[in-house]
């Protein structure tokens, strides 16, 4: 009795081998397809290791594009199995999901469901050179620089793979032969579409890796040249080191591949050698076999039942549901039938002729353990080394973005310099003295400047117009001090943004700031608001503000000092009581264009 997975797979041939066996060796690909077709039905166990044999194993992969809700399901259970030292050709429409799946086989995407084992490891996983030198992957559109040269592109790729440019230099000869590529020294993007498609294959096979993967190696090739790469893949994969997979449009190309894996609707419809596929089917060419696998999935005839009743006995097995299929389509649901697993079945699993299930799971995937370097996996030095010289000469070699590159930070430089980080001169200062009179429209009132308002014989004060001696020490500082009469005009002119600032002296400051410092202990809070200067600051540019803020102090303290001076008084009488010495570092009046610099720079 067949074993099946949970969705009804026989287990392939492959996987029948004891994995223990190491003596056990695979045959040429035709004798494996003929044992495989012989125990199309037997009862086998597939185990992690039998999967881990093959070049390429793929199991019941399911990947979707789209959203939860409109869904573009491009794999829906496709099983693949490539052996080693075969050429593997995947066809299948335009638009089938070819690209995709090979993409999910070199890591580039991820399935949403299903396994994939690479030379034996999961592409990205520990161990299974999935991505690195042991593939040589050709995408369908190329990725090449076009600034380098034929030989330094090849000499990149055999880097990053880990050759030498002695090693690499060797192979260039015979790639380029081969390839019929012009002469090494030209620029990449000076060669036409099917020139570069040949560079690309030329990097893929550049470094003579296990597994080729060729998205459309010949599209845009001419039949001469078309066969002699043919040839070559057969030549590298007689020896069994070497497995080919190659997508093509150009079905009857695909004689000479070992296995031919035809792609319809997210499954295979076939897997098997491209001989028996005719025979079998009666077709005259690979595309007559493919039209006829085609309309018998359309007509939701299953593969299995359609082609092997003649060698099973009936029996109607039960559906296993499967929430992801419309059960009212009759294009989905078919048998994929893979070589590799024989026959699996969907949901829709319902009056297929087949043997009594057992329904087996997957065998549980490998768990490995994953120290924290590997996680991060640190760059190794062969790949920092391609990518520097990469990217120093496509910079060096693209004068344009080199000048940019380099002309947009000085750039940026010399405007911070220019434009800002300079000490705030000019600023709109709106001072309200009503000390002064409100007719005053002198901001620079009059006032005695060396005249000490000190009784010389009571020692009195007499202090008058004391506003008018700070704004002369202000001016001195910011020189755009602009008198108004009120407050309420001056603060609308300040909300127009017309004034940084707005200065108000209350009609009787002097006196009171006499009071206040004569007789400290009977000053009321009247007197102690009518001796402050009131100073509304505009705050949205903090920079601004604090020196503006430092400029309006240090102008009373000067203002203070002069007033102690003339009245032969120490100069610090009337100062704040703490006194700022020198700066240890940096300079005494502060330069903002000297502090933020570093931090542009580095930005
Ligand atoms: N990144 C993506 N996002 C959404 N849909 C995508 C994406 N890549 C591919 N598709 C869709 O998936 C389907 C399969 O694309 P894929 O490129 O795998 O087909 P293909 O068989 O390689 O086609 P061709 O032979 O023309 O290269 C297409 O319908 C395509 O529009």
């Excluded at 080693?84 to 089938?96: E, F, N, V």
């Excluded at 799946?101 to 490891?121: A, H, K, M, P, T």
């Excluded at 150009?250 to 997210?266: P, S, V, W």
């Excluded at 009120?486 to 300040?494: G, Q, R």
């Amino acid at each position: 009795m067949p074993a099946y997975d949970n969705e009804g797979a026989t287990i392939s041939m492959e996987d029948v081998r004891d994995p223990d066996d190491s003596t056990l060796r695979i045959g040429t690909i035709e004798e494996e397809l003929a044992a495989r077709r012989n125990r199309m039905f037997k009862t086998q166990q597939s185990t992690v290791a039998s999967r881990r044999q093959q070049a390429v194993c793929v199991r019941r992969a399911h990947k979707k594009y789209g959203t939860t809700k409109n869904p573009n399901v491009i794999l829906d259970g496709l099983n693949m199995t490539v052996p080693k030292g075969a050429i593997y050709g995947l066809l299948g429409a335009s638009g089938c999901g070819k690209t995709t799946l090979l993409s999910c086989i070199v890591g580039r995407r991820r399935l949403n469901s299903g396994e994939i084992w690479v030379l034996g490891g999961r592409p990205g996983g520990p161990g299974s050179g999935v991505p690195g030198p042991r593939i040589g992957y050709m995408p369908q559109e190329t990725a090449l620089f076009g600034e380098f040269s034929i030989r330094e592109t090849m000499i990149y790729f055999g880097w990053i793979a880990g050759m030498t440019t002695k090693e690499v230099d060797e192979r260039i000869d015979f790639l380029v032969t081969l390839l019929q590529l012009p002469n090494p020294t030209r620029q990449v993007k000076v060669l036409s579409g099917g020139q570069q498609r040949r560079v690309s294959l030329a990097a893929a096979l550049l470094h003579d890796p296990e597994l080729l993967i060729l998205d459309e190696p010949t599209v845009g090739v001419d039949p001469v040249l078309r066969q002699s790469i043919w040839d070559h893949l057969v030549e590298i994969t007689k020896g069994g080191r070497t497995t080919v997979i190659i997508t093509t449009h150009y079905i009857d190309e695909t004689k000479q591949a070992n296995i031919i894996g035809l792609m319809r609707g997210g499954r295979f419809l076939a897997e098997e050698s491209p001989m028996e596929l005719i025979r079998r089917y009666n077709g005259e060419s690979l595309e007559d076999v493919f039209l006829k696998l085609s309309v018998l999935q359309n007509r939701g005839k299953r593969r299995r039942s359609s082609i092997l009743a003649d060698v099973v006995e009936r029996v109607e097995i039960p559906a296993i549901p499967d929430p992801t299929v419309d059960t009212e389509d009759p294009e989905v649901g078919e048998i994929s039938g893979e070589f590799g697993d024989n026959v699996s079945m969907s949901s829709k699993g319902r009056g297929v002729v087949a043997e009594p299930t057992v329904v087996e799971a997957l065998p549980p995937e490998e768990k490995h353990p994953r120290g924290i370097l590997e996680r991060i996996q640190p760059m190794k030095m062969h790949h920092m080394q391609a990518l520097v010289w990469k990217n120093f000469w496509s910079l060096f070699r693209n004068f344009g973005l080199l000048a940019f590159i380099i002309g947009l930070p000085i750039s940026q430089m010399f405007l911070f310099c220019l434009a800002i980080g300079h000490y705030p001169v000019g600023l709109p200062i709106a001072v309200v003295n009503y000390e002064a009179g409100a007719n005053n429209t002198d901001v620079l009132c009059q006032y005695n400047k060396n005249e000490c308002p000190q009784d010389p014989d009571t020692w009195e004060w007499n202090l008058t117009r004391f506003s008018c001696r700070y704004l002369d020490f202000l001016s001195q500082r910011q020189n755009n001090l602009i008198a108004y009469p009120s407050e309420s005009i001056a603060m609308a002119e300040a909300e127009r943004g017309r004034a940084r600032v707005v200065l108000v002296f209350p009609s009787n400051f002097s006196a009171s700031l006499q009071d206040r410092l004569r007789d400290p202990r009977h000053a009321d809070v009247y007197t102690i608001m009518s001796s402050d200067i009131q100073a509304h600051m505009d705050d949205t540019d903090k920079q601004v503000e604090w020196m503006l803020n430092r400029d309006l102090l240090l102008a009373f303290m000067e203002a203070t000092e002069h007033l102690s001076g003339v009245c032969h008084l120490p100069g610090r009488l009337l100062a704040t009581p703490v006194y700022i010495h020198k700066p240890i570092f940096g300079l005494e009046v502060p330069n903002f264009t000297d502090f933020a610099g570093p931090g542009v720079i580095l930005t």
